[in-house]
């Protein structure tokens, strides 16, 4: 058994399939009706030279599989190619997995030998465009957690982040969202501070606040978010 506990880690997730080289990332994400709203489907394909996925999953009681973990390996790969808010995040929650809908059918794929297809719900992730002058703060307050940031609090007055609000038609920036990519960083948690740090643009993958509290994930110990409240 591997490390993560559920068989899931690149040790135990590896097979013989003899794809060629050039079939390990295929980037090729569609929308689909789900039972429970819309889904990305994501396919990788293993191969003698890559077959680890670099995944950790956490199953849920509510018979899906929650992404805690994205490690170097396909899904990785792949989500280097993944464009707009394609791909898999940490708090992604599986549907799917091949054929199997169901928490130990999932998990006995992940080590099938060649093609894995995952189908995540993305009902509650949205893009936020954010623009700021020079000497402007942002007008939120972030905290961080693994592989994700966590919005803590927001300000009031004329910021980037009302401004975002009042002219949205859609989901608004709120308290207890996760951040999930930065300017298509997404799991390196140092490189997302800096990007919001130094950036005068953001581009940001947010996963509202009903799914993070469904699945909450560990904080981590650095207090690096702390220092990005805004002024």
Do not use: H
Not at 62 to 67: D, E, F, R
Not at 163 to 178: D, I
């Amino acid at each position: 058994m591997c490390s993560c506990g559920y068989g899931l880690c690149g040790c135990c997730c590896s097979g013989a399939g003899q794809a060629p080289e050039d079939s390990i990332v295929m980037p090729r994400i569609r929308k689909v009706p789900a039972f429970r709203g819309f889904v990305d489907v994501i396919t990788v394909t293993k191969s003698d030279l890559v077959s680890e996925l670099g995944l950790t999953v956490q199953p849920s009681e509510w018979g899906t599989l929650l992404v805690t973990g994205i490690e170097p390996g396909l899904v990785d790969m792949y989500n280097a190619l993944a464009i707009g808010m394609g791909g898999m995040y940490i708090s992604d929650e599986i549907i799917r997995i091949n054929q199997s809908m169901d928490v130990e059918g999932m998990l006995e794929a992940l080590t099938a030998p060649d093609v894995v297809e995952f189908s995540i719900d993305t009902r509650n992730r949205f893009l936020c465009k954010l623009s700021r002058s020079v000497d402007e703060a942002w007008g939120m307050a972030l905290g961080v957690g693994e592989g994700t940031l966590l919005v803590k609090g927001l300000k009031d007055g004329d910021n980037p982040v009302t401004r975002f609000n009042e002219a949205t038609g859609g989901p608004q920036l709120a308290q207890q969202q996760r951040i999930l990519s930065v300017n298509g960083t997404r799991t390196d948690t140092k490189k997302m501070v800096y990007e919001i740090r130094t950036a005068l643009e953001l581009t940001l993958v947010i996963m509202e606040s009903s799914q993070f509290q469904k699945f909450p994930i560990p904080p981590s110990e650095s207090n690096e978010g702390e220092k990005l409240v805004a002024k």
